[in-house]
């Protein structure tokens, strides 16, 4: 299997009957979810974390290490090693999924060439993004993640998200707002 460190496409010609096998594009990813969403005007607005393995300097040994039925099991973060020592880091040829790379920062991209490139782009949110430990109570975690996002009849991005994993975060945009215009 793909190694999760970028955002992969996979392509149809025949209207979705077959699609060509995964393939890293040019966008990081960091083990998070993606969306995106069609534009009226014919590009693509996409969703995601602007990070990757390589901004990660530890790894979580697993998504929910910490957590038993009251939130936190053992009240503290969760077992962690070294990005270097670890055998599941970026470019292992694994292919295996790995936790701890930052959720942050949360981009708006845009594509104009059906998502094979992305050359425009802006940071909704920025911050350290640090997930390496579930616990939100006490403002530890400080990711950005599980966007959504849809344009309204008027063009206007609707785009929510966690927020720290304490709130869902919406926020509206122009997707011109992403080029800066």
């Known amino acids: 299997p793909p190694s999760a460190d970028h955002v992969h496409v996979s392509r149809s010609a025949d209207g979705g009957e077959s699609w060509s096998e995964p393939e890293p594009g040019e ?8 969306q995106y969403v ?30 038993d039925d009251e939130g936190l099991a053992n009240g503290g973060p969760a077992d962690q090693v070294p990005a270097s020592q ?12 790995f936790w701890g790379a930052p959720r942050a920062p949360l981009t708006l991209a845009l594509s104009a060439d059906g998502g094979r490139t992305w050359p425009v782009t802006r940071d909704l949110e920025t ?13 530890l975690n400080r990711e950005f993640s599980y966007p959504t996002i849809l344009q309204g009849a008027d063009g206007t991005l609707h785009i929510a998200y966690t927020y720290w994993r304490q709130a869902i975060k919406y926020v509206r945009v122009a997707p011109d707002w992403a080029a800066g215009v």
């Open 127 to 139: 911050g350290d993004g640090h997930c390496l430990t579930n616990n939100s109570r006490d403002r």
């Open 86 to 97: 670890a055998h599941f880091a970026a470019g292992d040829g694994g292919g295996t999924a």
């Open 38 to 67: 069609p534009l009226a005007d014919g590009r693509l607005a996409l969703v995601l974390n602007n990070s990757s393995a390589a901004d990660a300097t530890a790894r979580r040994v697993s998504l929910y290490d910490e957590i």
């Open 27 to 34: 966008l990081p990813n960091n083990n998070s979810s993606v």
